[in-house]
């Protein structure tokens, strides 16, 4: 198998390489192959040497230098005796090798063209390898025979190995046959030089002496050979997988260069036809192009006509003849321009009073150099709009557009900014620029009047009939009131069910008196609405310009003041405007703004008032009352921010701070011992009372039982049926429900009926009668009697003489609570009640 042949074929001569004649390569199986000498093959085969050659030199100089670092720490540790040849002859050695592999790595990429001295370089690093192992029985006296059984044999086999880095068989056999021959010498000169002596046929004594086995000798250099000629072979068969793969991918870029010509012969040849086609599509589009223009112009919404610079018509299409009602005739080309509005003019279709001055506007608009529109009202109500557009040539382009329905949707929207929808009444913008008018235009003794009007009961109108009927008992109520307003006055929508009236006299506030009289008049009648009588009251609050104010907004702004004012009163009241009332509503907003800050702040407080056992005469329970120290006006009495807090929804976080404040200082008292909380009819409508009643007792620990919540009447007046349903939900917890004050109010029996309260609280204004009055006395008795009856306990509040707590033990109430025991405390002073087991009064001593 001449493998030398097969690499000379694979990897040409530079001299073949650029001549591209082919050489022939002989298979090692004994056929014959023709290697393409390709460009491709010789770029790979020339990298893959350059590479192998660099990576040669590279594992040599880094097995060398291991050898050396080895060699040089050896000898320093151990102290190894060395005669002969110098000490530094091995490190020389080494060193040389290391050398060789440098000049290896530099002549990698130069050296290409002269392949041959690789060559040399290989037997050079055999030779020096070989010198190494030699060295090694001069630097430390050893037998020539120990040189033969060094370790270090086993780098020629690394040494032959590098070779195959290069993936050519040359090399591999040059360095494998300079190996074995080497070798053989080695055997020969250490037989030499120890005589036959040296040489045993026993393997015992050779493997535990110096001696020479002569076989296990030729078995390594056979061992070389093997090596040697299985890594050329490999070598070899990679080159040629190489040279296979050079020749697919030259047959590949054949074909696809085959493939890119048929492409662009296909291309040209359909660039021929598309260009037949093109020919042939653009004559029958020419043909089809007036019969589109055509049909385009006969579809257009908008009516167009075109001119030329004779003022004669070009084209005009189906909507410009039907717009202004045009004989056929006089829509032929050529037509002139003058005709066709004479014709239109005696057909009616122009604008103006006076047809000669329109045929004059309309042929100087004509000749007008610049883009414009102008907007015609015909004689039938149409409006158009006429866009003109010049030509070049000094003919023009003209669209005729009818917008009557654009301009009523304009007019209806404009309508819309400035009325009420609903009522078609002045909206509050339309009815303050109406009011800065009359303060303009006040003459001397003037005065305007403004009344503000809100009707009574709405809410429960739309509740009670729906949204359509309340609706339309707004748009009576607007007719009424438009009834009875002077054509000077204005009367406007300014919000749901308010109204406002603008009126201007020189006898205010007389004026303003009788036309509130007369507006409260009107709403003695029921409305009929529907098959519906609807009974409904008005107040009303009034201003008067300009001592309340010069200004639009702050009189609208004052009228509801006042009409808060008149709301407080009742029902057909009329109030008007007085600068305290808007002193309160400043301290007012004041309040509300501090109240927003004062629970975050933690500015609130409970104070707990106890209630004593007129059984048992001890404290069987604390009420929960709060307290607001404000940090400027002090203590702020309940009575004036508890509405408050209810009326901007406050009350609901507030409400549930108490809850969960009260139950965890509950929770540090006696386990017999209740706790009451007031709830707020607005904490009952936000739908999440239970959920908060659930977490503060679980999150204290007391017993349900001993958390009491006190109601009034006031929760039954909204939806008392989901009432009804969160009071069985709570009692399910096992909270106790109180009704509070009771007697007050409404005083429904019904309640009571529908809901088995655990105890009735007697309002504290029956008790301070209890003296005076005979009335009071009947209706305490008779709570009591209620209560035993329904099985109730009966407390009675505001309990403040001697005298009260005995006509209230004589009439069987159960429990009392009252300044004539003790006012209400905060926690850090309750403790002292749990402090012995006394009675109340004497705790309170």
Not at 64 to 92: C, I, K, Q, R
Not at 189 to 214: A, C, D, Q, R
Not at 330 to 344: K, Q, S
Request: glycine share 6%; charged share 25%; hydrophobic share 45%.
């Amino acid at each position: 198998m001449n493998l030398l042949a097969e690499s000379k074929a694979s990897n040409p001569s530079p001299d073949e390489g650029e001549t591209g004649a082919p050489a022939a390569a002989e298979n090692p199986l004994g056929g014959r192959e023709q290697v393409h000498n390709s460009h491709r093959l010789r770029r790979k085969l020339v990298q893959q040497d350059i590479r192998g050659e660099k990576s040669i030199a590279l594992a040599q100089a880094c097995i060398s230098l291991f050898v050396l670092v080895l060699h040089t720490g050896a000898a320093f540790f151990n102290h190894m005796e060395h005669s002969g040849a110098p000490y530094f002859w091995v490190p020389a050695i080494l060193s040389g090798l290391i050398l060789s592999s440098l000049l290896r790595y530099l002549a990698a990429r130069k050296a290409q063209r002269r392949k041959w001295i690789f060559e040399l370089m290989n037997l050079a690093d055999i030779a020096i390898f070989l010198s190494l192992l030699w060295s090694y029985q001069y630097t430390y006296a050893l037998a020539a025979g120990s040189v033969l059984k060094a370790p270090s044999f086993a780098l020629l086999f690394v040494l032959i190995a590098l070779r195959a880095l290069r993936l050519h068989p040359v090399p591999i056999l040059t360095t494998g046959a300079a190996a074995a021959a080497g070798w053989g010498l080695l055997i020969w000169v250490s037989v030499w030089m120890e005589g036959t002596g040296n040489v045993t046929h026993s393997y015992t004594s050779y493997l535990t002496s110096n001696k020479i086995l002569i076989g296990a000798e030729v078995e390594k250099m056979a061992a070389l050979a093997a090596l040697t000629f299985i890594l050329a072979y490999a070598a070899h068969k990679a080159r040629q997988i190489l040279s296979r793969a050079a020749d697919a991918a030259d047959y590949a870029d054949a074909l696809r260069s085959a493939k890119h010509n048929q492409r662009e012969a296909e291309k040209a040849q359909a660039s021929a036809e598309a260009a037949l086609e093109e020919i042939g599509r653009k004559d029958k589009e020419l043909t089809e192009q007036n019969t589109l223009f055509s049909a385009a112009l006969g579809h257009l919404q908008h009516a167009l006509c075109m001119f030329d610079a004779d003022k004669r018509l070009l084209m005009c299409n189906d909507a410009y003849i039907q717009m202004y009602d045009l004989d056929l005739e006089l829509t032929a080309p050529g037509t002139p321009f003058r005709t066709i509005i004479e014709r239109r003019i005696e057909r009616g279709m122009y604008a103006g009073e006076n047809p000669q001055a329109y045929i004059q506007e309309r042929l100087a608009a004509a000749e007008e150099t610049e883009p414009s529109t102008k907007i015609h009202e015909l004689p039938n109500g149409r409006i158009i709009a006429i866009a003109h557009q010049p030509m070049e040539d000094g003919g023009w382009i003209a669209a005729h557009q009818d917008i009557t329905e654009l301009q009523n949707i304009e007019a209806r929207v404009a309508h819309l900014a400035q009325y009420d929808s609903l009522t078609d009444l002045a909206n509050r913008t339309t009815l303050q620029n109406r009011i800065e008018e009359k303060l303009r235009d006040l003459g001397r003794g003037e005065e305007v009047a403004i009344l503000c009007l809100n009707l009574d009961r709405f809410k429960e109108v739309n509740k009670s009939y729906g949204h359509a009927l309340g609706d339309e008992l707004l748009k009576t109520v607007a007719k009424r009131l438009s009834g009875c307003i002077r054509e000077s006055d204005m009367v406007a929508r300014i919000g749901g069910d308010e109204f406002a009236i603008a009126q201007a006299g020189r006898e205010q506030p007389a004026e303003a008196i009788a036309l509130a009289n007369r507006i409260c008049k009107i709403f003695e009648q029921p409305f009929e609405l529907d098959g519906h009588q609807v009974v409904t009251g008005v107040c009303i609050g009034a201003v008067i310009a300009p001592g309340d104010g010069r200004d639009a907004d702050l009189l609208l702004k004052n009228s509801e003041i006042a009409l808060n004012g008149a709301k407080d009163a009742g029902s057909g009241s009329i109030h008007f405007f007085e600068p305290e009332m808007d002193a309160r509503v400043r301290a007012r907003r004041e309040m509300e703004v501090d109240l927003r800050k004062a629970l975050e702040r933690g500015q609130f407080e409970l104070h707990y008032q106890p209630l004593q056992s007129l059984k048992t005469l001890k404290i069987s329970g604390f009420e929960a009352l709060l307290r607001w120290h404000h940090p400027e006006r002090g203590m702020v009495s309940p009575a004036d921010f508890i509405p408050l807090a209810e009326e901007i929804g406050l009350i609901v976080p507030l409400g549930e701070w108490v809850i969960r404040q009260a139950c965890d200082v509950a929770a540090t008292w006696p386990d017999n011992i209740k706790i009451a909380v007031n709830v707020s009819p607005v904490q009952f409508r936000s739908g999440n009372l239970v959920s908060i009643v659930m977490s503060a007792l679980a999150s204290s620990g007391i017993e349900p039982g001993r958390l009491e919540l006190e109601i009034t009447e006031s929760v039954f007046l909204n939806d008392a049926e989901s009432t009804l349903k969160t009071m069985h939900q709570l009692r399910g917890l096992g909270a106790r429900i109180a009704m509070d004050d009771f007697g007050t109010g409404y005083s429904s029996l019904s309640y009571l009926r529908d809901f088995p309260f655990d105890k009735i609280k007697l309002d504290g204004c029956f008790v301070r009668d209890l003296d005076t009055s005979k009335e009071a006395i009947a209706i305490v008795r008779a709570v009591a009697r209620l209560g035993d009856s329904l099985g109730m306990t009966t407390t009675a509040e505001c309990v403040e003489t001697e005298e009260q707590l005995a006509k209230l033990v004589l009439e069987g109430y159960a429990e009392i609570q009252g300044y004539l025991f003790s006012p209400a405390r905060p926690a850090a002073e309750v403790l002292e009640f749990f402090d012995e087991d006394v009675p109340l009064q004497a705790a309170c001593a």
